[in-house]
């Protein structure tokens, strides 16, 4: 006999028992339902990509350090992906003349980053990445932020709840070519700026002292004598921008010249989304806009624009916030049988239930009436009832409410619907 | 200017654009909702796995030549799953002591397997398993066999459309041992007779020659003389559960000896279910009972019995036998903007459209009405309606029914109702 095998799973990832897997349904349902009202179509791919495709433009920490990447029997090197926007250019410059501008895209679905484990951060987690593409900075900006918190509120979350902070590249752009930073050392500073929130004041200093003696962010805020004519346009650009979302109803929008993000490609506006809980403020998610990723497949360049939505930092911002929904699809109704020869006769009763769209769980083993009603409450079915012989000779059903021990005789009509009323 | 990269996907995957990917999730949505009125519970798990849960009990031939496997940077043997029991076997071995037995448990997503990419067959492919976990032979199967023909009738396919045909396992090794089989050459026999139906009969009967000189499927059906009493006791107990099904309703079941299933683990009853179309008699899905799994845990056994579907072959007999349902979640109304200043009201009026339900698509473009309304026609979109400062005023919307060019001139609500109907 050989060693057991561990019961745990590969180190990183999650099992999803029936009720965690409920919760992530319950939580990237309601962002489906919410992005087709707004006229958004899911797509998908293979979580399998070329390695190459992420070598071409994403952050090369991710590539270097972060990604899964191996060679098939084939000789093919692959990459498990760890976002999305390169398969989702990738699928757009391959079908770029028939589809039609502008695309409404979002997808759902697992990415694969080889970190360490640890609280909210796990080498497979779950991303909603909603993307308006083919139309250039303005309305498209716009609705994706609106949208963004319209997520939010679909869950029942207040203004008071979160906060969202904007910046733009092209002013982080001009405030350090203003500083007189290189287009390397700028991408450097900026990776460097990605992280600041999580180092010390002190600590963030002495890099960017080492990439430039002028301070950007200084040239943003506007402290110092003569801030570049472009550098001013810019941030002129992006406060428009902020009002004009105001005046849509996004109020609890602000401007923060730290905001990066951590990807190279952005070429326009970034956000990120906070949660405004003094003792939790941290990044929930974000996004911005990246104009020239279509280029790397040699198609046109096609203007593009997004956000990508985690699921452990979301569903914790729910959970602190009791904003969680609990809508279940476990069974609704135990229905138990007093001999194991009435097991047939139940089934067909519960396709009845079935059928008016009811969550019928039927016992099919030898255990008596009393151990069905404990293991009915042991799995937190709300409703019991017996089917047998005597049901089927009195056209009547004896229900029992488990969380009370109330009983109730009712038609197979009337107990369908209160099922249906309790769904 | 480095080479284009390739807008292939990873050779052997696909991409799912919004119409394939609707297709998916309408099938796939439908068979969930039939197995939770069923009592049935989704799970679900990372495809990275630890390679020695293949190792351990899967058939030979997936782990030695159709696994992806990779070494990861902590040197750890991780393998992207080719199917779903070993993961729900480990999932249920480690928390057998808290579950609640009997489990109804079912699992949808992708499975990999390093294939020669062709058709019907790919590299990923999407499955639903279902499960019936911690029940003897009995009722369960009886069960997961009616629920099988109840996935295929909840899609309007009859009982003349498909065919399911049933053997056991306990048969078929009664008889290999009283052909003078060891346990390894029956396992190896087994193999082969999975192969059968590629086979011609020649090729398959010299193979089966190497392996035995008695034909246990001769012993089987009855032909030669002195059938042992052991075999002639598992057929009949087959025949029985045959009977009983058919008397629960499920009428097009018959024995068929040559079913085997790949799998080494099957320890009971093993059914296929065929297209009943003679020109392509193929086998669409199937399942069977295995008892022995959780002892590779070092727990105790858990007897089990269940069955996985996958898409292509399933979505391709929806299609040949018209029966692939067209529900969509593409926009409803394309909202045009007679100016760009009428976007935000435009945006505006078509979130009260979206708080009804309605799925409402806005031009956030600078096109004419003329061009936005050929747009509409080239997306699909049914309706067309124009919002900006007349309609504000007027409260009257004027709609255009895309197909016909019809108008009619209605109230937002109305309007609502209308597209509410129309869902």
Sequence with gaps: MSEPLSTDPYKGVRDFYPADWARQETLFTRIQQMLT??????????PLEKAELYEAKTSEEIVNEQTYTFTDRGNRRVTLRPEMTPTLVRMIAARQRELVFPLRWFSIGNRFRYERPQKGRLREFYQADIDLVGLPDGEADIEIVELAAAILKSFGATENDFVIRMNS?????????AAGLTDEST??????????????????????????????LALIEGRGNDVPE????????LLDRIDTLKSRGVRNIIFDSSITRGFDYYTGMVFEVYDANPKNQRALFGGGRYDGLGTLFGRDTVPAVGFALGDVTFADFLDTHSLMPSEGTSPQIYIGTPLTSDISTAQTFANTLRMEGCRAFVNIT???????????????IPFFAAYGAN???SKAIRMKVLANGEEVVLSATDLATLLQSNS
């Design 230 to 237: 472009d550098v001013v346009r810019e941030k002129h650009r």
């Design 187 to 216: 991408r450097q500073y900026l990776r460097l700026l990605d992280k600041k929130t999580k180092m010390t004041p002190e600590a963030f200093m002495a890099a960017s002292n080492t990439l430039t003696a002028k301070d950007p």
């Design 391 to 393: 049901e089927v000779s």
């Design 366 to 380: 030898n255990r008596t009436l009393g151990d069905q009603i404990k293991e009915a409450v042991k799995r937190g």
């Design 169 to 177: 590249r092209p002013l982080l752009n001009t405030a350090c070519a």
């Design 37 to 46: 009202l707004w006229g958004y179509e899911e797509y998908n791919a293979s």
